[in-house]
């Protein structure tokens, strides 16, 4: 997916004689920090082998996480936390949702009618739809579109987008097809930023893939050898995964309106990541981040650059 106006991203400054900084905000790219250190930031971690941080969810009330290595959501922010087996969250519409991979879910912590086991969960501005081999469903009006082979979901303000076979399809609450001119990658994600559709291409073919992001629009941005970005976008940023192609190793989390590039410098190879804000918060969660040797994982949330 070249493009003109790629935003391209060059290799990270270091050097073996001077070693990594604290941090290593020193020899990372102008306007990339690290969470943390370089930039304030509050953090919750996970217990050993919990992959806290899998999915991330930010409502009008505050925010949420799930582990997926112990399926169990969490609220962040406050002390008076609703524990549910959950391994997805999101939010819009005013709600806060979570699912599991049995086919239960919930909206603001109340049980719902199941639907289908193992489905793909998204949420925006018209609520939370899944999908499933037929299509997708907005469980809450019950509007059902047919459109198979849907690799990925999103739910904006004011429209549902798929992308099948790297095509990607929009349509209004009432399952009305909407015009759009987008396509992405295998792997790829989808996402909605002020009213902006984009779709990921991460390169998932290849070993080192750099990946890229691009918008309706036709504005694109290009990730670092080995980021393989796009496998997830949300909260006006677009991810990949724990990159150990570039050093010194970290993933990053790219914003799509442009500014400071938020780098995690600690992961595994290949590990997914999330990421959810706003206007004012980044969400940042690595799964992979260790804890004791182990995979606990941990959420960042950081004042938005």
């Known amino acids: 997916m070249a493009n003109p106006r790629s935003l391209a991203l060059a290799a990270c400054a270091w050097t073996v004689a001077a070693g990594p900084s604290a941090g290593c905000g020193a020899d990372l790219l102008p306007g990339e920090v690290v969470v943390g250190t370089d930039i ?9 082998d919990e992959r806290f941080g899998a999915a991330l969810a930010v409502g009008p009330e505050g925010a949420w996480a799930t582990a997926a290595g112990v399926p169990e959501l969490r609220r962040l922010d406050a002390a008076d936390t609703t524990l549910l087996p959950a391994t997805w969250t999101g939010a819009g519409a005013g709600h ?7 086919g239960r879910w919930w909206i603001d912590g109340e049980e719902q009618a199941g ?13 939370a739809a899944f999908v499933d081999a037929t299509g997708w469903t907005l469980p809450l009006t019950g ?11 999103a739910v904006g303000d004011a429209r549902v987008l798929a992308m099948a076979e790297g095509v990607v399809y929009a349509w209004d609450a009432a399952g009305g097809e909407l015009p759009i001119a987008l ?3 295998d792997g790829g994600a989808l996402g909605e ?3 902006v559709a984009w779709a990921g291409s991460p390169e998932d073919d ?8 691009c918008d309706e629009l036709g504005a694109c941005i290009d990730g670092q050898v080995g980021d393989h970005l796009g496998r997830v976008i949300g909260g006006g940023y677009a991810a990949g995964t724990f990159n150990k192609w570039i050093v010194p190793a970290r993933a990053r989390y790219v914003p799509l309106d442009g500014g400071v590039v938020l780098a995690v410098d600690d992961g595994a190879e290949d590990q997914p990541l999330s990421v959810a804000g706003d206007d004012i918060t980044a969400w940042l ?7 004791d040797g182990l995979p606990g994982g941990a959420v960042f949330a950081v004042d938005r650059p």
Do not use: C, K, N
């Open 40 to 48: 304030p930031s509050e953090r919750w971690d996970g217990a050993p």
């Open 96 to 102: 806060v949702y979570a699912a599991a991979v049995d």
């Open 115 to 127: 639907v289908g086991v193992g489905v793909t969960w998204a949420a925006g501005g018209l609520g």
């Open 143 to 153: 509007v059902s579109v047919r459109a198979p082979h849907v690799s990925a979901l």
């Open 183 to 185: 396509s992405g990658g």
């Open 193 to 195: 930023w002020r009213g």
């Open 206 to 213: 290849i070993a080192d893939g750099a990946g890229q992001v």
């Open 285 to 291: 969660g690595a799964p992979y981040f260790a804890e």
